[in-house]
């Protein structure tokens, strides 16, 4: 039986990863900074603790562990990254994670590990068009990315690599997306533009209006959870040990998105365009290089996808109105 340490295992990503490892077989360990919000999981053993105290990483990470996925991150949407006001938060937590993690799985040789990148990444410069063909992962240098976010997942992207190259520890690297689905975070500032629309779908009356930042022109693809991890999984089984995208190519603009929303949950609604954090104008994967070395792409269409991730908020939505 292999053994699994799922890191950010009480956040999104992190817990449907260990749902998926558990469905496979593995032993795994979950360890966050708090429990699941949403589910409760099937992990052999879940331990509450903070990964930027090196002696919490230590706990957790066995002698010869067979896995190690790391997604704990000190992050959120637009309304969190692009304020400005997180910003010495988000790097020094997120690289603390980082720093403690691959520096406790190296020195007790843990046969392989995955670290959750992100599209944020990507030079702004290449990003200030709505009609983005696709970010292809040669584009990261020279690198300018948009926010603090991106800067430490690109230090943090560096120092995975480094450590395969001076300690033999097998690294995967994936630049995710903007993955959504259910049992993410939907409210509280920290959500993202799937579970920002559905919410406020959701709790808009039919014929009513939503507020969107900017004009909604700046345009995103989205990755639907399910799609993520097969991804990541297949990426673990593979000898690749580049930075690959694993994300969406159909790009959508957020207005456009909105609609998508409402028309899923059988209403008219109009959109109040306001200001605020908007992030780059246009962003969409290119999956060129990760159909040449996974032979695998998504295929999921986000229609499909926000019809699931609808329903569970809305369900979400009438449970907090309940209560």
Not at 49 to 61: E, F, I, M, N, W
Not at 128 to 137: A, I, K, M, S, Y
């Amino acid at each position: 039986m292999k053994k699994a340490l799922v890191c950010g295992a009480g956040g999104f990503i992190g817990g449907h990863m260990v749902k998926r490892l558990k469905a496979e077989g593995y032993w795994v360990r979950g360890v966050d900074i708090k429990e699941h919000e949403f589910s409760t999981l099937p992990a052999d053993d879940f331990v509450v603790g903070d990964l930027t105290d090196p002696r919490v990483v230590a706990s957790v990470v066995d002698e010869g562990m067979d896995e190690i996925y790391q997604f704990a991150a000190d992050m959120g949407g637009a309304g969190y990254i692009f304020t400005g006001e997180h910003d010495a938060a988000v790097m020094h937590n997120s690289a603390l994670c980082n720093l403690n993690t691959v520096e406790e799985a190296a020195r007790k040789k843990v046969g392989k590990i995955f670290y959750s990148s992100s599209a944020c990444i990507y030079p702004e410069t290449i990003q200030v068009d709505t009609d983005n063909p696709g970010l292809e992962e040669g584009f990261a240098y020279p690198a300018q990315p948009d926010s603090e976010y991106g800067w430490e997942k690109l230090f943090s992207e560096r120092l995975y690599l480094a450590y395969q190259r001076n300690y033999g520890i097998a690294v995967r690297v994936a630049r995710f997306h903007n993955i959504f689905g259910p049992e993410g975070t939907w409210c509280g500032g920290k959500e993202k533009a799937p579970a920002a629309m559905c919410r406020k779908v959701a709790e808009t009356e039919d014929g009513g209006s939503i507020e969107m930042w900017g004009d909604g022109e700046q345009t995103r693809s989205f990755l639907y959870i399910d799609e993520c991890i097969e991804g990541v999984r297949k990426l673990m089984e593979s000898d690749f040990s580049d930075p690959v995208n694993i994300g969406s190519d159909e790009m959508i603009s957020i207005n456009d998105l909105a609609i998508m929303t409402a028309d899923i949950a059988g209403k008219k609604i109009s959109l109040n365009h306001i200001p605020g954090p908007l992030g780059v104008r246009g962003r969409n994967s290119e999956n060129t290089l990760i159909k040449a070395k996974l032979n695998w792409a998504p295929s999921e269409t986000l229609r499909s996808g926000m019809e699931k991730t609808y329903n569970w908020i809305a369900d979400q939505v009438s449970r907090a109105v309940e209560s």
